[in-house]
């Protein structure tokens, strides 16, 4: 944990106190990620759990499928829609999927609960790991939350309740829970199903006062914040207790200022995709370079991806009950939808190469394709981004002096 630490490779996920008994607790580190701190003895057991499954040193490998992209992952199904259920698909991030995956999930029998992230009630800029047990509980928590979130935080609790969960969460969460599910087999029993989304990388707390400032609304006590939703690609809103309500566009807020607060770690992420997930779901737009969609607001759509056959099984079962509509997508227009994860991934071993030459850690990245993505970067695409990770690591380092 220290060397992940040190070299900047924690992504936030939580497992390591999850898994601690008390001895580790996650607390927000300047500029505002969640890190874990040392607060007791760790024992045997723990660490050697923390030692296989924290993404910052080793990321879940890939599971066989019909088709492995190096940049898409496995493929059982590809294909886009939205849910049925109106107020779903407007509540949520893209076409809602996420959601009504859960909520079918749920209401079939298939798990008693849904863990996933919402708002915190108290700072609704901040996030907390929701519960939710109702279908009503599970879209209230629908929607993208840009900041950070350690969902494996409550990983004992989980475990301590038994039953079976869906869990919802990031790409790396979800490499956490699978590799820490080598070591314990109650993970498996217990949380039967992991759904996860593209992810483009975690901003920090300071990217959300950027926000803020931007809105005018910033050291007000706010009663509600969104960072989408309720359209798509959905509006950033800040609603303050005295009733005042502000917005800014999603090319605004994610562009101008959250995208420019991103963690290190998501920047050599070598799966943001959710490559060991049942099924990941992301915007199914055409966008540019950037990740931005060619319109300005219309009906959610997502991009759905089954990568298990847990996944598959469920989408299956989700669209047979109308939970979901949905039509399959030749998964060559995912690199047009995805032009930026398409780059970070072939970029990532280029990122990843800079950091042994500096004496910095790198995170272990085996059955991912990273090498296969790779071949797939122009030499000075790779040069620029090798020599610009010197550079990053090497400025890093003397600012700490
Ligand atoms: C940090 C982050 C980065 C993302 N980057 C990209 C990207 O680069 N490209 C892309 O296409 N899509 C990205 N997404 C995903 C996208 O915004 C949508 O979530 C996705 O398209 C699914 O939409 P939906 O309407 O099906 O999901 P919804 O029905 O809105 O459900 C979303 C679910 O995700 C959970 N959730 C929200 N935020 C978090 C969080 N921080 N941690 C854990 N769980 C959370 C919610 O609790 C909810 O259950 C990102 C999402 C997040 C949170
Ligand atoms: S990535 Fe997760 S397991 Fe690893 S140190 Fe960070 S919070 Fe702990
Ligand atoms: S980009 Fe990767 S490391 Fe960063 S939050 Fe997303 S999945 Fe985790």
Redesign the pocket.
């Known amino acids: 944990m220290r060397r992940v630490l040190a070299g900047e490779l924690c992504s936030g996920c939580g497992l390591c106190a999850g898994v601690s008994g008390g001895a580790i607790r996650m607390r927000d580190d300047a500029p505002g990620y969640n890190r874990p701190e040392v607060v007791g003895p760790v024992d045997a057991a723990a660490e050697r759990l923390i030692a296989a499954a924290c993404p910052g040193a080793a990321v879940a490998a890939w599971q066989d499928a019909p088709q492995v992209h190096p940049y898409w992952g496995p493929l059982r199904e590809v294909m886009t829609g939205a849910a049925v259920d109106p107020a779903v698909r407007f509540q949520?991030?893209?076409?809602?999927?996420?959601?009504a995956l859960?909520i079918h999930a749920l209401t079939s029998g298939l798990v008693d609960r849904v863990l996933?992230?919402?708002a915190d009630l108290a700072a609704p800029t901040r996030?907390r790991t929701?519960v939710s047990r109702s279908p009503a509980e599970v879209l209230a928590?629908?929607?993208?939350?840009?900041t950070a979130?350690s969902?494996l935080a409550d990983l004992a609790a989980i475990l301590a309740e038994g039953g079976r969960a869906a869990f919802?969460?990031?790409p790396c969460?979800v490499s956490a829970l699978r590799q820490a599910a080598k070591a314990d087999p109650r993970v498996a029993t217990h949380v039967p199903l992991m759904i996860s989304?593209?992810?483009?990388?975690?901003p920090s707390h300071d990217g959300v006062e950027r926000i803020l400032r931007a809105m005018k609304v910033s050291g007000q006590p706010l009663s509600a914040f969104r960072y989408?939703?309720q359209g798509w690609p959905g509006l950033c809103v800040a609603e303050t207790t005295d009733g005042a309500r502000a917005e800014l566009t999603y090319r605004e807020s994610w562009g101008a200022h959250l995208s420019k607060e991103v963690q290190f770690r998501c920047k050599i992420c070598p799966d943001a995709v959710g490559g060991v997930a049942d099924i990941a779901?992301?915007?199914a737009w055409y966008g540019d370079e950037s990740?931005y969609p060619s319109f300005e607001e219309q009906e959610?759509r997502?991009l759905i991806v089954a990568r298990t056959e847990a996944g598959s099984r469920l989408l299956a079962a989700a669209l047979g009950a109308q939970a979901l509509q949905a039509e399959p997508l030749d998964p060559r227009e995912i690199d047009k939808m995805?032009p930026?994860?398409a780059r970070r991934k072939r970029l990532v071993l280029a990122r990843t190469a800079a950091l042994p030459l500096v004496g910095q850690p790198r995170p272990r990245m085996a059955g991912l394709k990273v090498g296969a993505a790779a071949r797939k970067a122009s030499a000075p695409e790779a040069l620029r981004n090798l020599l610009g990770t010197l550079r990053r690591t090497l400025q890093g380092r003397r600012s700490r002096l």
């Open positions: 949520g991030s893209s076409g809602g999927v996420v959601s859960a996933h992230v919402g996030n929701l928590g629908a929607g993208s939350r840009y979130s969902p919802i969460g990031k969460d989304f593209f992810c483009g990388g975690v989408r939703g779901c992301a915007d990740g959610g997502s995805q930026s994860q």
